[in-house]
């Protein structure tokens, strides 16, 4: 985990106004909003990683409501459209979300065939795997 995120940070492009990371009060905030918690590892995704621009895919983000990356505002869209309400989005995709189970397993839920299409154990490896390649 220490190394994705050490790499994660060391490939983050450098944009004119920055993301910022948010603070525990500030996931507590969102929680609050999309009234579900939050499983451990994206909490510490969202607290280390979520201002790294990286890449095609653009994560959620806790810190700016105004952003279309603003993770309330993505869960919305994503239950609205038929995604089951027990998975929480982490990235929109095509016509579909990368989400997190309450476990911490990622999975790909597209809207077309309103189903999971591919999975990861952890956010970690789906860093590794999906968001670094892209």
Known sequence: M?????????KSQPV????????????VVVEE?????LPDDYKLFLLEVSDVIYGSLEPA?????????????????????GMPR?????CQHDDGFYCITQEGE???????????ED???????????VWLES
């Open 119 to 129: 999975e990861w154990p952890s956010i970690w490896n789906w860093a590794t795997d």
């Open 2 to 10: 220490e190394d994705v995120i050490e790499l994660l940070k060391e």
């Open 106 to 116: 990622i999975l790909h839920w597209s809207e077309s065939s309103a189903s999971i």
């Open 61 to 81: 983000t806790a810190m700016d409501p105004q952003s279309h990356t603003y993770l309330p505002d993505m869960a919305a869209n994503a239950w609205d459209i």
């Open 16 to 27: 004119p106004v920055p993301l910022e990371l948010p603070d525990e009060d500030d996931l």
């Open 86 to 90: 027990e998975y929480i989005p982490i």
């Open 33 to 37: 909003e999309i009234l579900i918690s």
